[in-house]
């Protein structure tokens, strides 16, 4: 409460001047153009990798739900199916990590 209680004798004090530009100077953030680079190409390959990755999990899903189908194993058909489900939510989500990531770095340019 004290606080608030200074905040409000401060802005109220006739001697107090608010600066031209505001209370908040301006800022502008950026990267620096030596670390912007090398961490694109780092966060790019991280996704593609993790994409393959999701996308060979998929298809090897795929195998085991046709192998468990055609031999009646029906465990490893379920385990096939939850393979496929698994591989698109991680494919998803690297895809969508990837995508903020890199729309902050963007922010962060000024873009």
Do not use: C
């Not at 996704?47 to 739900?65: D, E, K, Q, Y």
């Amino acid at each position: 409460m004290s606080q608030l209680l200074h905040v409000m004798a401060t802005l109220t004090d006739p001697h107090f001047r608010v600066p031209a530009d505001g209370p908040v100077p301006a800022f502008t953030p950026s990267l620096p153009s030596n670390v912007s680079t090398p961490i694109q190409t780092i966060l790019a390959w991280t996704a593609g990798l993790g994409l393959a990755g999701a996308v060979l999990g998929g298809l090897i899903g795929w195998a085991l739900v046709a192998v468990g189908h055609n031999t009646e194993r029906a465990p490893l058909a379920a385990r096939g199916k939850q393979s496929i489900l698994w591989s698109l939510i991680g494919a998803g989500g690297i895809g969508l990590t990837a995508s903020l990531v890199m729309a902050f770095y963007g922010l962060a340019k000024g873009q």
